[in-house]
C-alpha cells in the first residue's frame, strides 16, 4: 500500500511519548504491488533469505 509515515519517540523524564507523522500523498492507500503464489515465490528463490 502506498502512504509514508514515521513514528518519532522522544524518550524523557515524563516517559515514552510517541508521534506519528503521516505524509500527505493523494495515493495514499494505493496497492502498490500484487502478487500471485507462484509470483512471490520466483521472488523469494531470487533473492533468497536475508536480501
Known amino acids: 500500500m502506498r502512504g509514508a509515515s514515521a513514528t518519532l519517540d522522544q524518550l524523557g ?3 515514552p511519548l ?3 507523522l503521516h505524509a500527505r500523498d493523494p495515493q ?3 496497492t502498490v504491488y500484487e502478487l500471485d503464489e507462484q509470483q512471490l515465490r520466483y ?3 531470487e533473492l533468497g533469505p536475508g536480501a
Do not use: C, K, L, M
Open 28 to 30: 495514499a492507500g494505493e
Open 18 to 20: 510517541f508521534h506519528t
Open 43 to 45: 521472488v523469494i528463490d
Open 13 to 15: 523524564a515524563h516517559g
